[in-house]
């Protein structure tokens, strides 16, 4: 991590955990059975005008944090925080007017809230459920990319399972559309079509989400669990 990066995630990195906490704290006061914690640790890359078609291109490792409140055994919501480096240049032959640069790698640091829907009832902490469970996640975020702010729609599938009470791991394929062309801070010039898929640059993170299932202090009778 450079210098330049280490200087973004410190400047950046406690407003972050602010508004992680504003998102976990109101749910304390209510059965604590519902509650995951964990980390996500992956890959980010990119799409945009350099990159319009291959899925993981240019990796860089990725890691964050996750909070999940679940309302039942197939809804929930969840919060969570990612920091992770975003890369790409231009193919051989693209078309670039100076002054726009041929490469780029910047540093994301985002937080998002998104709803979650398991396809098969699933809990980490029921003999009565499914242990395993395809997904899907639709959501809001805001991030720094640099000094700008990034606001961007997350959405993702995977597979969750279940290889211990309480011990939850899925494997996520995660996209965030942004609104804006600050990741290859490049804009195609204007042909006349409506530019909605990659002048505006989407960046995606693929990889493991651990999440542990908090106990419940209300001592809740297992036969409703």
């Given amino acids: 991590m450079d210098i330049l990066a280490n200087r973004i995630f410190c400047k950046f990195l406690p407003g972050l955990l602010v508004l992680f906490s504003v998102l976990v704290l109101p749910f304390k006061s209510y059965s604590q059975d519902k509650r995951d914690v964990g980390v996500q640790v992956g890959s980010t890359y990119y799409y945009g005008d350099f990159n319009e078609t ?13 909070f999940r409140y679940n309302f039942n055994t197939q809804y929930s919501l969840r919060a969570s925080a990612l920091y992770g480096t975003i890369k790409g240049e231009s193919p051989s032959g693209f078309f670039l007017p100076l002054p726009v640069t041929t490469s780029f790698s910047k ?3 985002e937080a998002e809230v998104m ?15 499914n242990k395993l469970s395809p997904y899907v996640n639709l959501g809001l975020g805001v991030g720094q990319l640099g000094g700008s702010v990034l606001l961007h729609i997350p959405f993702g599938v995977g597979l969750k399972l ?4 309480r011990h939850t791991l899925a494997m ?3 996209f965030h559309k942004t609104f804006n062309d600050e990741l290859d801070s490049y804009a195609a010039p204007d042909d006349g079509k ?11 993170y693929i990889g493991l989400i651990y999440t542990y299932r908090l106990y419940d202090t209300g001592n809740v009778c297992p036969v409703y669990k």
């Fill in 194 to 204: 409506a530019p909605f898929l990659h002048n505006n640059d989407w960046f995606s």
């Fill in 172 to 174: 996520e394929w995660r």
């Fill in 54 to 66: 291959k899925p993981l291109y240019q990796p860089s490792f990725a890691m964050g944090v996750i």
């Fill in 162 to 165: 279940t290889p211990a009470k």
């Fill in 107 to 109: 540093t994301v640091l």
């Fill in 115 to 129: 709803g979650e829907f398991n396809f098969v009832s699933f809990s980490p902490i029921s003999t009565r459920k």
